[in-house]
């Protein structure tokens, strides 16, 4: 298998030139808008509040077009988006000199209009945890994944809040719509060679609670596969285990489907450089796919940098069935089965 580097010794920090930038996996596809600002992570604005009252904001900085795409047809079948993020406002402007966005209800509302009957929710911190696993309990469209990502793992560290921001994790876990651990994994992309210790300690915290509390758990995977997959086999994977938005080849699907994880495909299957990703779905056996949006990101073509949503898992379930050679509604079928297998009924 090609990957983008050797597997780091996850006691030590890998050798870099100084003042050198991560390289980054030829392989990777870019996030849809190059240049644009990354989302703000506001902190602690949840304890002793109001969970509900929780938002991030996109930054339209460098986007042409921040419309939503038009409703596609309906789907046949019932399907899930098995992966997005919800709490992040994205669309026109209000006029206010703020982002705009659909409300929670807006999208589910969207969603179930064209087929698509539900949505897991995936945190990336402590705030955007506890608003996930709001949405759950509130919700009956949604399910939660709740952790603490990768790349946020150093910044907790350095604060000396890593330990802590991992036991509200677990705690919010134990929620019965909490039925996952995500996302989780490694970044040898965005995170400076000084944070892998990081990354790597709370992702292998994050493995253990997934196992603890008998729930999956959604990868993050950039630019890291050898040491997602060492990590996996070394530690010992959940038993349902998700690369979220897969960002691998051909030959890492077979590895990762053999060892029984599940694929989740996003919008970026559909992108002209992402030959690589096509090649993993026509290996990957159909009752290991997933289908994801990983709003409000990763928009599918032909409306790739304008946001994404729910009510387009559509165009991406679509897509992947023309690259099967099979009926969308068949392919949906079967990804709806997966979708309940992993997660549980909604």
């Known amino acids: 298998m090609s990957t ?61 077009d921040v419309s939503y795409p ?14 997005t993020h919800l709490e992040i406002e994205d669309g026109p402007s209000t006029g206010s000199g703020t982002v705009g966005g659909l409300s929670l209800d807006e999208q589910l509302e969207r969603a179930l209009a064209v087929g698509v009957h539900g949505v897991v929710q995936a945190g990336g911190d402590v705030d955007s945890s506890r608003w996930s696993a709001w949405a759950a309990d509130t919700h009956p469209r949604v399910l939660a994944a709740v952790a603490i990502h990768p790349n946020e793992a150093p910044v907790y560290e350095r604060a000396g809040e890593l330990d802590a921001a991992i036991a509200v994790i677990d705690e919010l876990a134990a ?19 000084d944070g892998i210790p990081a990354q790597l300690r709370s992702f292998e915290a994050h493995i253990a609670l997934a196992k603890k509390h008998g729930i999956a758990m959604q990868i993050h995977d950039r630019d890291a596969h050898d040491a997602v997959l060492e990590t996996l086999e070394r530690v010992g994977a959940p038993e349902k285990t998700v690369f979220h938005c ?11 489907a053999d060892r029984g994880y599940y694929l989740s495909f996003a919008g970026n299957v559909t992108f002209k450089n992402a030959q690589n990703l096509r090649d993993a779905l026509a290996v990957t056996p159909l009752d290991r796919i997933l289908v994801e949006t990983d709003a409000p990101f990763l928009t599918p073509a032909p409306y790739r940098g304008r946001p994404n949503a729910p009510y387009l898992i559509p165009v991406t379930l679509r897509f992947l069935a023309a690259e099967r050679g099979m009926d969308a509604d068949e392919l949906g079928a079967q990804v709806a089965a997966n979708t309940i297998e992993v997660y549980g009924e909604f």
């Open 70 to 83: 038009p409703a596609p047809e309906p789907l046949g079948v019932p399907v899930y988006d098995n992966h």
């Open 175 to 193: 929620a019965p719509r909490v039925r996952a651990i995500g996302e989780t994994g490694l970044d040898f992309f965005r995170t400076e060679a």
């Open 246 to 256: 897969f960002s691998g080849d051909a030959d890492m699907a077979r590895i990762a």
């Open 4 to 64: 983008s580097a050797p597997v780091p010794d996850p006691r030590a920090v890998p050798e870099r030139v100084e003042g050198s930038a991560p390289v980054p996996d030829p392989r990777t596809v870019p996030e849809p808008v190059e240049g644009s600002t990354p989302v703000e992570r506001p902190r602690g604005t949840i304890d002793g509040g109001d969970p509900s009252q929780y938002v991030r904001e996109r930054s339209t900085d460098g986007r042409r």
